[in-house]
């Protein structure tokens, strides 16, 4: 009897495991994050510590509460600061990036800089949701480079047909070291429930390795056009 609950226990622990991998999986290309009233970029008392230095690819993440945490990757791209911010900026680009994602369309161009996009995940083969998204190009605050946001726009008038994301965010920051090498700054800020250590390792891990798959995605593009 012993070894039958023993077994349960390993098979209960398995699934969990499993659930928070497929979960981190499929949401961590979207980036899920908190909503304006917190900074993406950090601007908070705790300080940021590298969890990750693998692939030349500087991995950071802080807490802000229990339930929220910041994550910030570092990285270079052997490209000129137009042709990585043309890339970055393509939205036709984003399923490459997001295997969840079905449609990313344009709903209204404010401006040259200044977007609203629908997007529709498909989370499960029976569940789906969808959201509008602002998007905003700009120069960076000392005029070097460019910062590139995502935001949730719950307020957008748009009929929707699936359940409706209410919290995304994500930054780029882009600026030049050379004519031919550009450096990116990643900000996200993700919910995460209280778990125990191992558990926040196992995520770490999986982040990790979503930031690796991304730039290696951002190098293979950059080299074919």
Partial sequence: MADCNLCSMENLMYFKVKRIR???????????????????????????????????????????????????????????????????????????????????????????????FHFLLNVRPVYKREGIVKTDLGHSNNGIGFHYTLVIDTLYPYPNEYDKVKYFRLEWQIKPITSKKTEIHFYYVA???????????????????????????????????
């Fill in 22 to 116: 497929t979960a981190l999986i499929i949401w961590m290309p979207v980036l899920f994050l908190i909503n304006a009233n917190y900074q993406v970029c950090g601007q908070t008392c705790a300080k940021w510590v590298k969890i990750s230095d693998s692939n030349n690819i500087l991995l950071f993440q802080k807490d802000s509460t229990h339930f929220i945490k910041h994550f910030k990757a570092e990285f270079t791209l052997e490209a000129s600061l137009e042709k990585v911010t043309a890339y970055i900026t393509n939205t036709n680009n984003y399923k490459n990036w997001t295997g969840s994602l079905e449609d990313f369309s344009l709903v209204e161009k404010q401006n040259d800089t200044v977007g609203y």
């Fill in 191 to 225: 919910f995460s429930k209280k778990h125990s250590q191992w558990v926040f390792s196992l995520i770490n891990q999986l982040y990790i390795y979503a930031f690796e798959s991304l730039v290696d995605n951002l190098k293979e593009g950059l080299e074919l056009n």
